[in-house]
Each structure stands twice: as C-alpha cells, then as structure tokens.
C-alpha cells in the first residue's frame, strides 16, 4: 500500500488546515487507517484513527474537539481536518494504515507534511 499527503502547510495559531491522504490499494475499505504526528526528540504519537466502514473514531485527548478524522472509500482516501491549531501542533503529520483489527500500522506515507502554527 502507497500512502501519499498532502495539504500541510503554515498557519497562524487559531487556523484551520485539511490534511488528506491517498492510498494506493484497491482494497481500501478493508484497512483502519490512522493519522500520526512527530516532533523533535519525540515518539511518534498517534492522533486519530478511523476504522474501515468510518463509522468509528479514536482521538489522543492532545487533539479531541479539535481534529477530526474522515474517510473516503470510494477515492481512497483518509483526511484530517485541524481546527483550531496551536503552536505545538507544528509538527511532521504522517498518514498511515493497518489491516482491519491489526495491532501494528504495517504501512506509512513519507510524513512530508510539516504544519508551522505560529
């Protein structure tokens, strides 16, 4: 599975920005798919996560009434929509996907994004 983002960007503190992810496998709709963050000497933390029918979500409480996740299953794709955007949002976003019920997210994106909150 190819996973490619985009969207990032810079943005002042109270803004708003989408992030989007294609993936490049046919069976999409049978991945969970989730969206991660990384900072400097930090681990990568998982933010949010949408199963495979998007009926159901997971927030890290750092982001939970802020973001949200969505996806879309006829063009392949997972977004992550960031409102309200603090300055210790700036960080690498990556994009990445598990099969349904898996523990460990097998495949990633480049996690390119960098989001600048100033």
């Known amino acids: 599975v190819q996973l490619v983002e985009s969207g990032g960007g810079s943005v002042q503190a109270g803004g708003s920005l989408r992030l989007s992810c294609a993936a490049s496998?046919?069976?999409?709709?049978?991945?969970?798919m989730g969206w991660f963050r990384q900072t400097p000497g930090k681990e990568r933390e998982l933010l949010a996560a949408?199963?495979?029918?998007?009926?159901?979500?997971y927030y890290a409480d750092s982001v939970k009434g802020r973001f949200t996740i969505s996806r879309d299953n006829v063009n392949n794709k997972v977004h992550l929509q960031m409102d309200s955007l603090k300055p210790e949002d700036t960080a690498v976003y990556y994009c990445?996907?598990?099969?349904?019920?898996?523990?460990?997210?097998?495949?990633w994106g480049q996690g390119t994004q960098e989001l600048q909150s100033q």
């Open positions: 990445a996907a598990k099969p349904s019920g898996g523990t460990n997210y097998d495949y």
């Open positions: 949408v199963e495979r029918s998007g009926r159901n979500t």
């Open positions: 496998r046919r069976t999409f709709g049978l991945l969970t």
